[in-house]
């Protein structure tokens, strides 16, 4: 019989897998599995309440569709060591759940898997209003070019610390954008519905939904007996769950709305969920990052010109990298820079763009200082293209060339960011209080502040709060606190959680300080902080640490946490030879490895945003 070359088949393969699309799944009210992506994956639409507060018959039916991804457990549901769904958030808000477990659900089952005794499924999301998740926040509907386009006429204030004329400019810039979202039909009727309870919510429901369809695949297997006697001892279903960053603010309100679904909590990369319900918001992130950037420097000359190309031969002290990257400094600030692009367009580099690049490089010192010191070496020394396209790869420099012809992310390509910064937005703004009353002294008064507190991300971390300074509206289900929980009972007694929450946080993180974890962790009983003794943001995210993944792991099949607060060191560091993430737990994922560094601008952490920044 004839038989395909091997070839062929891989070519088949490979269509069939590119060939999936989210809008080929139809959305339904029960979750149904269908192959996708790398044929491991396995994804599904699932219907939800637009607006779980409207109880009345006649809005009932509006519904949203979620899109949910699951990298099944290496056991079959039947078996004794099928240890239940992981869900996962990598943060934004508006991160993508589905981008996210591509890259990262392989090394968390890695972490968390007990082979032969315990098997976990590992599932992510996108957020309602997000990415594959339909309807989609988005203001500027087939209209990429208008997004950017907006993007770069705020681009030439150079950041919201640069006096009152940058303010009003920017302001300007806002109140065309969120003019422009609350004229975007669909957007306009989703934004009020995509704040975090509803998502804590969706959480309960989908493990209601995914119970129901374990039950149902047991069933159809005729093993009801077990599943009859499981249930029985069980009670509701308890969510099993690992946030980062924003993720550990959707943690917050889970525990604090849901207590008594509560199976094992995990949040690494701390933020202060007060600080995001509350106030002027977002005043809380920065204590650590001008440190690690201090850090970057010391380890750069500790590593030598071999291995960091910001040291030179002669240095004597970290102090003649720090004085030759402040001179770089003062000249940019005196006169920005440019580059000309092969397509015949050109960009202007100030300063500003270049403390952005640094911030975000700060998150994932294991894949990036190294390249990032190449990047300000080449820069310094007046080549200024590697600078321009990371900074483009980032999303501070927006790009006409991506912006035409329009890309359409529907069909889940490994590059697409899952959404657009209006989702970020709609979440930021409509669930923190509102700002929209502040004038320009009240602002200036708030960068101030940030910038007080880093001088290298205080300008660019202000702009994720200014772009709620004419926000059109508020989150219909908006809690504000109190985001404490009962102290924890491994009885399952009804309205307590399983088990404590573990926090994890690295000993530095530029975003989500350790102090976070810290004041978080004191409103819950029995909860303990893991401290990972590295540099970056979130702990499980930017580091190896066996004795993490172990703390971890131990977690999730105990429920046992540390005793209040216990320190864990790294295995290796950003200026080692072959220091990477995923090695050492999924070896596969070695071949990914420069996907990932491509694509660290959609990774864990809270993106760089084109709107209001610049
Ligand atoms: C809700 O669904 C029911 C049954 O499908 C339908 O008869 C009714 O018209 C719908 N109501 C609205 C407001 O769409
Ligand atoms: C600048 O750097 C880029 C990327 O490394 C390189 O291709 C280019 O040749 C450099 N330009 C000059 C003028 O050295
Ligand atoms: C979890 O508890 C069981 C029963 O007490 C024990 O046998 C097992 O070693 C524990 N697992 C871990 C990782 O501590």
């Not at 290496?74 to 958030?89: D, E, K, L, M, R």
């Not at 589905?98 to 082979?115: I, K, N, S, T």
């Not at 737990?585 to 864990?604: G, I, K, N, P, V």
Request: charged content about 20%.
């Amino acid at each position: 019989m004839h038989r395909p070359p091997a070839t062929a088949l891989l070519v088949a393969l490979t269509t069939l897998v590119s060939a999936f699309s989210w809008p080929s799944i139809t959305p339904s009210s029960s979750i149904t599995w269908h192959s996708c992506y790398e044929a491991q994956y396995q994804c599904a639409r699932l219907l939800l309440p637009l607006d779980y507060l409207d109880t009345a018959e006649a809005s009932s039916n509006s519904t949203l569709a979620i899109a949910i991804i699951k990298l099944p457990a290496q056991v079959p549901y039947s078996s004794p060591a099928y240890a239940g769904p992981i869900f996962t958030n990598p943060g934004g808000p508006g991160g993508s759940g589905v981008a996210f477990l591509r890259r990262f659900g392989p090394y968390l089952q890695r972490v968390v898997d007990v082979p032969g005794t315990r098997h976990y499924d590992i599932l992510s999301f996108d957020p309602r209003g997000i990415g594959e998740s339909t309807p989609r926040v988005d203001c500027f509907p087939g209209g990429a070019l208008a997004r950017t386009a907006l993007a770069l006429e705020v681009r030439g204030t150079w950041g919201l610390d640069r006096g009152e004329d940058a303010l009003r400019h920017n302001r300007a810039a806002t109140e065309a954008y969120t003019a422009r979202c609350a004229q975007a039909e669909d957007t306009a009727a989703v934004l009020p519905f995509v704040g975090t309870a509803s998502v804590a919510r969706d959480i309960v429901e989908m493990a209601d939904k995914l119970d129901e369809e374990r039950r149902a695949a047991l069933a159809a297997q005729e093993d009801r007996h077990r599943l009859e006697l499981k249930r029985d001892v069980e009670g509701p279903v308890r969510v099993q769950y690992i946030g980062f960053s924003y993720g550990t603010v959707l943690g917050h309100y889970l525990a604090a709305l849901f207590p008594g679904r509560l199976g094992r909590i995990v949040l690494d990369g701390v933020c202060d969920v007060d600080d995001f319900a509350t106030g002027p918001g977002w005043l809380s992130n920065l204590k650590d990052t001008d440190e690690i950037f201090t850090q970057f420097l010391h380890g750069c000359h500790i590593a030598g010109p071999s291995i960091c190309s910001l040291s030179r031969e002669g240095d004597t002290s970290v102090s003649s990298i720090q004085s030759r990257v402040t001179a770089f400094f003062e000249a940019l600030e005196d006169r920005p820079s440019h580059v000309l692009h092969p397509d015949g367009s050109s960009a202007i580099i100030s300063a500003h763009d270049v403390r952005a690049l640094l911030g975000s490089m700060m998150y994932q010192p294991l894949n990036m200082f190294r390249p990032y010191a190449d990047i300000l070496s080449a820069a310094m020394d007046g080549n200024m293209t590697l600078l321009a396209s990371r900074l483009a790869d980032g999303g501070v420099l927006p790009s006409l060339a991506t912006s035409c012809p329009i890309p359409d992310s529907g069909n889940g390509e490994p590059g697409s960011d899952g959404g657009h910064i209006e989702g970020m937005h709609a979440v930021v703004c409509g669930d923190g209080d509102d700002v929209t009353d502040k004038d320009l002294s009240w602002w200036s008064d708030y960068v101030h502040k940030q910038t007080s507190m880093s001088s290298i991300f205080g300008a660019f971390w202000s702009a994720y709060r200014f772009a709620c300074s004419s926000w059109p509206v508020q989150t219909r289900w908006s809690y504000k606190g109190p985001f404490t929980t009962p102290p924890a009972d491994a009885s399952l007694l009804p309205d307590r959680p399983a088990a404590p929450i573990l926090f994890l946080s690295n000993r530095l993180d530029p975003v989500t300080p350790l102090a976070n974890a810290r004041s978080m962790a004191a409103n819950h009983p029995g909860a303990a902080v893991v401290i990972q003794e590295a540099l970056g943001h979130c702990a499980l995210a930017s580091t190896r640490s066996r004795c993490v993944a172990q703390i971890v792991s131990q977690y999730f099949e105990n429920g046992t946490v540390p005793d209040h607060e216990v320190s864990c060191e790294a295995e290796c560091g950003p200026w080692d030879h072959g220091c990477t993430l995923f090695d050492s737990y999924d070896t596969e994922f070695d071949a990914s490895a420069s996907r990932l560094l491509r694509q660290d601008r959609d990774s864990l952490r809270l993106p760089l945003h084109p709107l209001g920044i610049l």
